[in-house]
């Protein structure tokens, strides 16, 4: 027979290790590392994380692991009296202190510091109060104190509250160094003892000499709405609450001696507070920004519709934000009720303000209802902290004029007048009632651990926040929503309970195609949300589909896409399907899944990162990779950085995978020494001398990998006729590469796992080059695979591409023996 030729030019099918490497698809390979399938038909080095072109290289502060980071857009840019113009922003979150610090691409710089959320919950334990136990033979690492309780962190010391499981803890000042971590994973607490999510990270002490501080860092759950971000801490840290940092350009009380003006980002607990002054009074002005005063007086008889039979009392709102959200009401107990002198009468009104009043008030609202009734609250006068008042929706505001020094504003009572009780209450305006024992997510020890915005509401679950008997809990199994275009507003009556009591908590909420994905650890519930809340319904319950933590999901144009110890699976709108099924190998995927694996997506390539572990573990860098357009999986190692804590991914302004590394190092390289090549920062290890956070950005360049790392491996060829033996004479490939690779190129024959490498090395080369290597005397096979590795180790240039292989064999006049 003559000497024969397959050429192998398609690769789209990327790792197929499943099932055996004889039964994969022509155009899949058996082993995948370190490569990248975006052409399709050629394979290229795989890129990673490299310095963000604009984040500063280092910023102050600690990582809590899977959380921090969060993208966003504005109209406005950064600074007071800014151009509406746009601009793009990053938050980065310290777990350390519980603040955020937000980047803007305006000038390059952070401001630091821009959202305060409170106090961490911390404690510094005396000398020898701590043991540590390295876990052995899969059991974890535990932490023991010798008095005091883990449950009530530092309660002397006025932190009530301690640590839970689930929350992210961080260790310094230990004696014993190897001890002192950024961030550790709680999995279960008793009183004197954390059980860690971590197994051989601690090393055994059973007295630490040194005077360890424990902090239990704050994980930054944000959500971004009408010009506004929102953050709230997961951990729901006993001296943090809910914040919102938004631009605001308005006035108040416009064409007045007393206007005030703000046009600037500010910083504001998320709350709608109410106020606290209505009285009625012939001349007096209220207090400083606590609400209004003003006179009534009657019309002449059988002007209007108000009855002098009648005892009208009268309650206050305050409005916040261009989006009209109203606080509860103050219903004041004295000087607050009227009885309008001639009947069927109008009411005359002299409305009295004295600023300066709340940033975020655009408006309030003043209400009637008959004295010791129980009616609805009924609209009286509408009130714009700009414009002035009016006694209907329809009316045109009368403007405010000068009080009687330059911090007062009034309406006179010629100009505002009431005819009568109007259509409109309280109810009907905000879609709620307003006895709500509280309608704001807000306080201390108050927030939520996921929230999204979804058709004009704003969702949240696994909240912590007064119940209906005003106390404090948190409500695992609860889902509440926001009214349509009020994105702070919770009354309690608008929630969603799926199901409760079970074992499990929601951890993430996702949104794709009018379906709210809701996530706990063990299922998946998706909710149709379309159209108005009252034709909401459970669409469907998925066993086996929950997740761990909030960055094991990432929401793509192709749907959501989620890892769990079970695979990794998509939502298109319709379906759900585990996308490793029938290509990556069970086995080999519960030994890569770890309880914080992370995803992120990168939008120019259509390809979902998943990242083997968010906490600073050996080998934790290393990523699978699915690709939307070939629906192929390849596997990559150290593409991020290893023995470091990472935050969660988010694609940023440029459209780049963006993710934030915790740099808390306890030896050298420090982190203005960055190593040139990436295996020795699987050396790296924490300090506790300095708090700092660098920022990256993935990358489609190839990176420098080591001696071994690209490799790929074809099917195992029968080349069409298995019962045939064969003789492999060469194996031709065209390729690039910008290191010289000597013989590059080995094969394994009739199933077996050993390679052997062939004679013929690459030359660096830019453009692409034919390369055939041989074998010394032709071989006998039955069935045959080809590997390709970089034998040595490459620059960040180009690396290696190869774009098509050829096996060059004769079929031989004669069967296979047994063996």
């Known amino acids: 027979m003559p000497k024969a030729l397959i050429s192998i030019n398609r690769f789209e099918g990327g790792l197929v290790n499943a099932t055996n490497a004889r039964d994969i698809p022509d155009n899949a390979l058996s082993l995948a590392d370190n490569i990248i399938l975006d052409q399709r038909n050629s394979i290229k080095t795989l890129g990673g994380n490299i310095a963000h072109q604009h984040v500063p290289s280092t910023l102050a502060g600690g990582i809590a692991a899977g959380a921090g980071v969060f993208v966003y857009e504005s109209d406005h840019e950064a600074g007071s009296g800014s151009l509406d113009t746009g601009e793009n922003w990053l938050a980065v979150a310290d777990g350390l202190t519980g603040t955020v610090d937000l980047y803007s691409l305006t000038d390059d710089s952070f401001i630091a510091g821009a959202i305060n959320l409170g106090t961490v919950t911390e404690e510094t ?182 009855r002098s039979a009648k005892t009208y009392q009268f309650a206050l709102s305050f409005i916040y934000d261009e989006s009209g959200q109203e606080s509860l009401l103050f219903i004041p107990s004295t000087a607050n009720t009227f009885s309008p002198s001639a009947d069927f009468s109008t009411m005359t009104i002299e409305l009295r303000a004295k600023s300066e009043y709340e940033a975020r008030l655009s408006g309030a609202r003043i209400y009637y209802r008959e004295n010791g009734s129980d009616d609805p609250w009924g609209l009286f006068t509408d009130i714009s902290m700009r414009d002035g008042a009016r006694t209907k929706l329809s009316n045109i505001y009368n403007p405010w004029e000068n009080g009687s020094d330059n911090t007062e504003a009034k309406i006179s009572n010629t100009a505002l007048i009431s005819n009568g009780p109007n259509l409109e209450t309280y109810e009907i305006l905000n879609g709620f009632a307003p006895d709500e024992t509280k309608i704001t997510i807000s306080g201390n020890g108050e927030g939520y651990k996921t929230s999204i915005v979804a058709n004009k509401r704003t969702f949240v679950a696994n909240v912590k926040t007064l119940n209906n008997d005003g106390e404090l809990v948190q409500m695992r199994d609860r889902i509440m929503y926001s009214p349509v275009n009020k994105f702070d507003t919770f009354p309690r009556s608008y929630f969603v309970d799926v199901v409760q009591g079970d074992s499990e908590e929601y951890v993430k909420l996702e949104e794709f195609s009018d379906r709210l994905l809701a996530f706990k650890q063990k299922r998946l519930y998706i909710l149709n949300i379309s159209g108005a809340s009252s034709s909401w319904f459970l669409e469907d319950i998925k066993d086996f589909c929950g997740i761990s933590h909030p960055s094991a999901s990432v929401k793509t144009e192709f749907g959501v896409v989620w890892a769990n110890e079970y695979g990794v699976f998509l939502y298109d709108g319709r379906n759900v399907t585990n996308l490793i099924r029938n290509k990556i190998k069970e086995s080999e995927w519960e030994s890569f899944f770890s309880k914080a694996t992370s995803l992120g997506y990168n939008p120019k390539k259509y390809y979902v990162v998943i990242l083997n572990d968010s906490f600073a573990n050996t080998n934790s860098g290393t990523v699978y990779i699915y690709d939307f357009r070939t629906q192929s999986f390849v596997k990559g190692t150290d593409a991020f950085d290893n023995s470091v804590n990472r935050s969660n991914m988010v694609t940023d302004w440029n459209g780049n995978m963006l993710v ?93 796992d050993t390679f052997v490498a062939m004679s013929g090395d690459m030359e660096i080369s830019s453009t692409w080059k034919k390369l055939r290597a041989i074998v010394s005397s032709p071989i006998e096979f039955q069935s045959i695979k080809i590997k390709i590795e970089n034998t040595t180790t490459t620059s960040t240039t180009t690396g290696i591409e190869i774009n098509d292989i050829s096996i060059e064999y004769r079929a031989l006049f004669k069967r296979v023996t047994s063996g």
Not at 672 to 677: A, E, H
């Open 125 to 306: 334990l005396g000398a020898n109060k701590l043991a540590f136990t390295q876990g052995s033979s899969g059991a974890l690492d535990t932490i023991v104190r010798d008095d005091g309780s883990f449950l009530d962190l530092d309660a002397g010391g006025g932190n009530t509250g301690g640590i839970r499981k689930g929350d992210i803890i961080s260790l310094v000042g230990v004696a014993d160094t190897p001890n002192n971590f950024a961030s550790l994973k709680v999995k279960d607490v008793v009183a004197l003892t954390i059980t860690l999510d971590h197994s051989g990270e601690l090393t055994t002490d059973a007295n630490e000499s040194g005077t360890p501080v424990l902090t239990k860092m704050f994980q930054a759950e944000f959500y971004y709405a009408n010009e506004g971000l929102r953050v709230a801490d997961r951990a729901f840290g006993e001296q943090l609450q809910p914040y919102k940092y938004l631009y605001i350009k308005r006035s108040h009380f416009y064409g007045t001696n007393a206007v005030d003006t703000f046009d600037n980002w500010l910083s504001k607990a998320n709350t709608l507070a109410v106020p606290s002054n209505l009285t009625i009074h012939a001349s007096n002005y209220p207090s400083s920004g606590t609400g209004f005063e003003f006179t009534l007086a009657s019309g002449s008889a059988n002007t209007g519709l108000w």
């Open 660 to 752: 934030a590394y915790s740099n808390k190092l306890r030896t050298e390289p420090s982190i203005d020494k960055v190593p040139s090549t990436w295996e020795s920062l699987e050396t790296r290890v924490w300090e506790s001398s300095s708090d700092n956070i660098v920022v990256k950005e993935w990358s489609d360049n190839p990176r420098a990998v080591g001696n071994g790392k690209f490799i790929i491996a074809t099917k195992d060829f029968d080349l069409g006729v298995p019962a045939k033996a064969k003789k492999l004479y060469a194996v031709t490939i065209t390729y690039k590469s910008d290191t010289v690779q000597t013989n590059p190129i080995f094969y394994a024959i009739d199933g077996s």
